[in-house]
């Protein structure tokens, strides 16, 4: 092959820092690629799952954490089939939007009677951006699905902003270069429409407004297609399962710095290793890595990593992360909060919020535990779950605002997902010869999948560039190119 070198002998140890799904997901494929004698060393500060986590209660878990999967998520689709677990349907009840004082739109069960409400609140216009929307997502799925062709291939890319190019050419870099509100405002959306439809999806999916970039609201806006699932028992079965499957050994620890070292091994040659330095209790370890991955957002406040003596050094991470709660309870809503009409007639499984100040939550919607396959609904039983999320803890008073009565409140605080401040550039996946990130990715979109696209391209790359396989990674023109190798 052009660009291959002379074979080298495998790696010896591999370290990856974090469990979540980008973690698991590169060890196993790192699994793959580098075959059974490498050792992989997985480190992980607290639970396997990371952000995909549960919360129990009375005995039920419910997702706390990245819940829902879109039916085009492939891999996340592959691993549930091939390591043995099952999927459930995701709840889809009806959604109603409120803006502190009313529901400015309601959800019906009829297509049409939701397409006759669109005109009426929005004019005839908003047929056409709803079909625009259709359109554009279609689109944007089937240019995302061609990562999967590309992986399939075994090709690698070096940057986030290479792999976008990859797939949708200059309009995916410049959905990532502009903010949503650009992108619709240029398409001739009003004002009204943006507010009351588009922006309330944006709240509950990523906790912000119309300012993020076009491609994570892409991404979000994907979030209303039908079809959404979940992995029963708990989505992040999917990682102890890879994690499993890739033979590694789980470290219960925390990575405290990584350091470039040179070291004399057996054959007498210097080689350059990585020094990762731990602590698990209250005890200091520390261990020598050929190739290091780091699976975690890179910031004091979330992983508190340092590089020590990198030549050129290391930047220093400031990647802030939205705060974000979910708090799950069991009570009877009080829905003449929201409408004038009472619980029995009150027929919304989700209800959205307007960016409005005032208002306390971002979303509150009805949720199963991760055994059920239903669609709750409101109606049938007084007490059901709810699942709120907010920038902030809930007080006892506001639930109370939200609920007639309640009988538990469980509630889990996260660092969720970047701020999105378009035009940015992503962090760099490549930190040093053999030391790679995972996180940037999130800085175009936050989801499972985007996570496992990145464990995947992670594992490739550093194959590749362990093996001097320069032809497989960066290549141009990739769908054409394997159009024709068909
Ligand atoms: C509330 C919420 C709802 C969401 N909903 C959805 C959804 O419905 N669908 C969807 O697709 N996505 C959703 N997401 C996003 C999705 O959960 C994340 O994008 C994804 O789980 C990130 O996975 P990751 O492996 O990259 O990172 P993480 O899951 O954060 O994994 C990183 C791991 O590294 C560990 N770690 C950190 N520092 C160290 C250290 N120094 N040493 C050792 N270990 C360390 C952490 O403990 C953590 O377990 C949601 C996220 C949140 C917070
Ligand atoms: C990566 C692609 C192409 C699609 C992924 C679509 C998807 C499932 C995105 C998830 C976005 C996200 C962070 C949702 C958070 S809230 C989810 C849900 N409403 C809940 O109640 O938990």
Same mark, same amino acid.
């Given at each position: 092959c052009p660009g291959s070198a002379a074979p080298r002998?495998?790696?010896?140890?591999?370290?990856?820092?974090g469990a979540g799904i980008g973690g698991t997901?590169?060890?196993?494929?790192? /699994?793959?690629?580098?075959?059974?004698?490498? &050792?992989?060393?997985?480190? $992980? !500060?607290?639970?396997?799952?990371?952000?995909?986590?549960?919360?129990?209660?009375q005995g039920q878990e419910y997702e706390?954490?990245?819940?829902?999967?879109?039916?085009?998520?492939?891999?996340?689709?592959?691993?549930?089939?091939?390591?043995?677990?099952?999927?459930?349907?995701?709840?889809?009840?009806?959604?109603?939007v409120y803006n502190g004082e009313t529901l400015v739109y309601e959800e019906s069960s009829w297509f049409i009677i939701n397409m006759i409400k669109l005109i009426w609140y929005y004019g005839f216009q908003s047929l056409r951006m709803?079909?625009?929307?259709?359109?554009?997502?279609?689109?944007?799925?089937?240019?995302?699905?061609?990562?999967?062709?590309?992986?399939?291939?075994?090709?690698a890319f070096s940057s986030v902003e290479k792999l976008l190019h990859s797939l949708g050419g200059d309009d995916f870099l410049g959905?990532?270069? /502009?903010?949503?509100?650009?992108?619709?405002? &240029?398409?001739?959306?009003? $004002? !009204?429409?943006?507010?009351?439809?588009?922006?309330?999806?944006?709240?509950?999916?990523?906790?912000?407004?119309?300012?993020?970039?076009?491609?994570?609201?892409?991404?979000s806006m994907s979030c209303t297609d039908p079809g959404l699932w979940a992995v029963k028992g708990g989505n992040k079965l999917v990682c102890s399962r890879l994690l499993q499957a890739s033979k590694s050994n789980l470290i219960s620890g925390s990575v405290m710095s990584i350091e470039e070292k040179t070291r004399t091994k057996q054959t007498g040659n210097p080689t350059k290793v990585y020094e990762v330095v731990y602590q698990t209790g209250p005890e200091i370890h520390s261990d020598f890595y050929d190739i290091v991955l780091v699976a975690t957002p890179l910031n004091q406040k979330m992983s508190n990593i340092t590089f020590l003596n990198f030549d050129p050094p290391i930047e220093e991470f400031h990647q802030y992360y939205e705060p974000l709660v979910t708090t799950l309870i069991k009570g009877q809503l009080n829905s003449?909060?929201?409408?004038?009409?009472?619980?029995?007639?009150?027929?919304?499984?989700?209800?959205?919020?307007t960016d409005n100040p005032d208002l306390f939550i971002n979303s509150i919607g009805l949720v199963s535990s991760v055994e059920e396959n239903n669609n709750p609904q409101p109606k049938v039983e007084?007490?059901?779950?709810?699942?709120?999320?907010?920038?902030?803890?809930?007080?006892?008073?506001?639930?109370?605002?939200?609920?007639?009565?309640?009988?538990?409140?469980?509630?889990?605080?996260?660092?969720?997902?970047?701020?999105?401040?378009?035009?940015?550039?992503c962090p760099s996946t490549i930190l040093h010869d053999q030391l790679y990130y995972l996180n940037g990715i999130e800085f175009a979109a936050s989801a499972m999948e985007m996570s496992a696209v990145a464990g995947y391209n992670a594992a490739l790359l550093a194959y590749h560039r362990w093996n001097g396989h320069t032809h497989m990674i960066d290549q141009e023109d990739l769908y054409e190119k394997l159009k024709t190798e068909l």
């Open positions: 002998s495998p790696p010896e140890k591999i370290a990856v820092i997901s590169a060890a196993y494929y790192l /699994r793959q690629k580098f075959g059974k004698d490498v &050792k992989i060393d997985v480190f $992980e !500060k607290g639970e396997v799952g990371g952000r995909l986590a549960t919360l129990t209660m706390s954490g990245g819940s829902i999967i879109h039916p085009l998520n492939l891999h996340m689709k592959r691993f549930v089939k091939d390591l043995g677990l099952s999927a459930v349907q995701s709840p889809s009840g009806l959604v109603g709803h079909m625009w929307v259709e359109d554009i997502l279609d689109k944007f799925m089937s240019l995302f699905k061609r990562i999967y062709r590309y992986q399939s291939h075994d090709y959905l990532f270069n /502009r903010s949503l509100l650009e992108t619709l405002q &240029k398409a001739g959306f009003s $004002e !009204k429409f943006l507010d009351e439809i588009i922006t309330p999806v944006m709240r509950v999916n990523y906790g912000q407004t119309m300012n993020i970039n076009g491609f994570v609201g892409a991404v003449t909060v929201f409408s004038s009409r009472a619980l029995d007639e009150f027929d919304l499984g989700t209800i959205l919020t007084r007490a059901h779950v709810w699942k709120v999320f907010s920038a902030g803890p809930l007080t006892k008073e506001q639930i109370l605002k939200l609920f007639v009565s309640y009988d538990y409140a469980v509630k889990q605080s996260w660092l969720a997902y970047p701020h999105y401040t378009p035009p940015e550039k």
